[in-house]
């Protein structure tokens, strides 16, 4: 009777200890199986944003400000050497040390006369600067002043041109400035060179003077070797090349 009741409560006791480890073996091997979860990070703050700058405006250079002259006008265009000769055409700019009153800026005419103050028309046509700046002072001095300082400037120089013709690349005619020493050789690179049948030995320059015309021959070959001497280009020269015939 006593072995029957301890073996029902061993059976009991087993059952329960089953039941137990039944009930909690699912829910350990949910918990192994599940991953985990990572762990949230905190929110960053919001960023502040940074001030916006106001871009400066650069200061404005010395070179840039040193060529802001307002349009002045007046300035000489271009000065002559004192060993140009002066001609119609030019427009020549005379001016007074201390005399501002007779600055004046006059074209000289066709008979190679100009315009002055006090002086009026006075031959400057044919001579130098040099011999008309010293010409002027002698005058305004007889009669207007004492010791004047006189300056004499071409500020546009005559429209002066020659033309080439014949064998060259690219023949017409082409300016001369004033005060512009051009010699034979250099007019013929202007216009491009001799082409390949051009007669470099037998050229032919016509040139107008108060004689008439004249006409002269040129040997650009022996020119070019430095064993004749160099023929200059004057203004209105019309220089003819032609065919070599070998």
């Known amino acids: 009777m006593q ?63 040193s060529r802001d002259t307002g349009g002045a006008t007046g300035q000489v265009i271009s000065s002559a050497e004192g060993d140009y000769v002066l001609m119609p055409g030019d427009l020549v700019e005379l001016s007074i040390f201390r005399e501002p009153d007779l600055t004046s800026r006059s074209m000289i005419a066709r008979d190679g006369t100009v315009q002055l103050p006090l002086l009026r028309e006075t031959p400057l046509g044919g001579m130098t600067v040099r011999d008309a700046r010293d010409m002027l002072a002698k005058l305004y001095g007889k009669k207007y002043l004492v010791n004047p300082q006189v300056y004499l400037n071409v500020v546009q120089f005559a429209q002066r041109k020659f033309t080439i013709i014949g064998q060259v690349a690219r023949p017409g005619s082409y300016d001369l400035q004033g005060g512009q020493t051009l010699d034979l050789l250099e007019a013929i690179g202007m216009a491009g060179g001799f082409t390949r049948i051009a ?48």
């Open 199 to 246: 007669d470099r030995s037998h050229l032919l320059i016509r040139r107008k003077s108060d004689a008439g015309t004249e006409i002269i021959k040129a040997n650009a070959k022996r020119m070019a070797e430095g064993k004749v001497e160099t023929i200059f280009v004057k203004p209105g020269d019309v220089i003819s090349i032609g065919e070599s015939w070998y």
């Open 3 to 65: 072995l029957t009741r301890f073996m029902t409560e061993f059976f009991r006791t087993v059952a329960l200890a089953t039941a137990l480890l039944v009930g909690a073996f699912p829910q350990a091997l949910f918990s192994q199986a599940a991953p985990q979860q990572p762990a949230a990070a905190p929110e960053a703050p919001p960023a502040t944003p940074a001030p916006q700058q106001t871009p400066q405006q650069a200061p404005r250079s010395s070179t840039a400000a």
